[in-house]
């Protein structure tokens, strides 16, 4: 019965809507035929926008201004009403009066235009009796008309999968919808400016690919029609940032989307933004330090303070992360010391004895890995740099000194969450293409997320890679910290959704 009831009240609400379109077509209709077709205009005046004027009132006060915006609530009353108008960044209301407007156009203005047009005022600023910050309108004109009213005031816009999918609907009708998105590029702008500050070069590599490398991820495949030439979809930017390298850019980075095929969470989303860095001459240390100090640095810029709050938990940014080995961290958790486990054999019994999944082709190394993920990675909540990787996992970081089973890589975790990956870059060509091999052997064993071999870009490093640090940042992941944003999809403006038609 409750569903038949929803049913009922969508299917009324959708009449609703289809009357009220009429309604706003045949207005829009006797407007035409008044020779008043909004879409007509062209252009408009915006001096300023609603945040400046109430910023500023003293400064602003009974100066003329025009204003440009969308109405999203009105008073009508005999000949003076009021209207507010929502832009890009607030809102501010505005007196219309017919001694101001004149008859012809306060008429219109009462029984043609409605919630949802946009619209241009032009009047001086003043405070109302009851103090509110308002433009006095001396002239208004209607812009745009809008056809489909705004959701119900008291209602507005809840159900996520409309506003995932109608983000232009989301904007208007959410303000903290739109602030996410202002600081999402605010936080692009600062990490610009941090990286040119230490000399760094933004470039742009392919992300139509032969080799889809760089990363443990299935890619998706597409068809080159003019080559007739199947290509994929680029999964990482690596490796040809670090042919620029090779090239002797010597400090460069890029910020683009790449593709992944897989699956969708609350953390994941097949297209997304990653960034990734390459610095000739420092190793996975300096890399630390560089991220460190861009976190703290756009924490303080783009919320104020370098500690945050996140879901409800207190982050704190200003600390030094603390650093600790996978290994380390295992044996915090469980007791277990994956050091002195020197087989897969024995990896493989203590796996099964704690019932961890793994599959046949794991090695010692994707055993710590599994450790890690099930037993630490959730309780890393403060910002903490896990560091020493198993070669197993990492097929293009350097080994450690006096260490071959484990490489200079770390990984930084805040909130249980992966935020960046990093490595000391391998640059010895030889044992990178023996770890090719290896990674080819995967592939052909079964794994869709392997690596293959790519011998341009051995060929490049053949002619000699300085030592490098080198790093990968999901972007989303940062601004969802940063805007408090609880899944990816609230800080992606389009993200991808299953097709209406195949649900």
């Given at each position: 019965m409750a569903d038949e009831n929803i049913r009922n009240n969508a299917v009324e609400e959708e009449i609703d809507v289809n009357e009220q379109r009429q309604i706003r077509l045949e207005k829009l209709r006797a407007l035409q035929q008044e020779g008043k077709d909004p879409f007509e205009i062209t252009t408009a005046e915006q001096s300023i926008e609603s945040v400046e004027i109430k910023a500023n009132f003293e400064k602003y006060e009974n100066e003329t201004v025009s204003v440009c915006g969308r109405i999203v609530a009105r008073r009508i009353m005999g000949k003076a009403s009021f209207m507010t108008i929502q832009d890009k960044l607030g809102r501010i209301q505005s007196y219309v009066s017919i001694n101001d407007v004149g008859e012809e156009t306060y008429k219109a203005f009462k029984k043609s235009w409605d919630i949802g047009d946009i619209v241009e005022v032009k009047g001086f600023v003043f405070k109302t009796r009851t103090e509110e910050i308002s433009v006095h309108a001396q002239s208004i004109r209607l812009l745009s008309k809008s056809l489909i009213p705004l959701p119900e005031k008291f209602h507005g816009l809840k159900d996520t999968d409309t506003r995932?999918?109608?983000?232009?609907?989301?904007?208007?009708?959410?303000?903290?919808?739109?602030?996410?998105?202002?600081?999402?590029?605010?936080?692009?702008?600062?990490?610009?400016?941090?990286?040119?500050?230490?000399?760094?070069?933004e470039v742009e590599t392919p992300m139509l690919v032969d080799n889809a490398g760089g990363a443990a991820a299935r890619p998706f495949n597409t068809h080159y029609n003019a080559l007739d030439e199947d290509v994929k979809l680029r999964i990482s930017l690596e490796l040809y940032l670090k042919r620029l390298i090779i090239g002797g850019l010597e400090k460069v980075y890029e910020i683009g989307r790449v593709f992944r095929n897989e699956g969708v969470d609350t953390r994941h989303n097949p297209e997304f933004t990653l960034m990734e860095l390459y610095q000739a001459y420092t190793d996975y240390n300096g890399m630390m330090e560089l991220t460190e100090t861009m976190f703290r640095h756009l924490a303080e810029k783009v919320c104020g303070s370098a500690v945050i709050s996140y879901n409800g938990t207190v982050i704190d940014l200003s600390k030094p992360f603390k650093r600790i080995t996978m290994i380390d961290a295992i044996k915090e958790e469980t007791g277990i010391d994956f050091s002195v486990i020197k087989t897969d054999e024995e990896a493989k019994k203590i796996a099964d004895e704690k019932h961890i999944e793994y599959e046949k082709h794991h090695k010692r190394g994707d055993i710590i890995n599994l450790f890690f993920e099930e037993y630490c990675e959730e309780k890393m909540i403060q910002p903490t740099f896990v560091m020493d990787h198993p070669i197993e996992i990492s097929p293009l970081t350097k080994k450690k000194p006096g260490n071959p089973d484990l490489v200079e890589r770390f990984e930084l975790y805040i909130y249980g969450r992966e935020m960046c990956n990093a490595y000391s870059e391998l640059n010895d060509p030889i044992d990178q293409r023996e770890r090719f091999k290896a990674q080819d052997a995967l592939a052909d064993a079964g794994d869709e997320e392997a690596n293959h071999t790519d011998e341009d870009f051995l060929h490049a490093m053949e002619l000699g890679m300085p030592p490098t640090g080198g790093i990968g940042y999901g972007i989303d992941r940062l601004v969802m910290l940063l805007t408090d944003s609880y899944s990816i999809r609230d800080v992606l403006l389009f993200p991808t959704m299953k097709s209406l038609d195949k649900e």
């Open positions: 995932y999918r109608q983000r232009y609907l989301d904007l208007i009708v959410n303000p903290e919808v739109k602030d996410t998105f202002i600081k999402r590029s605010m936080i692009l702008s600062e990490i610009r400016k941090f990286l040119d500050e230490r000399g760094f070069m």
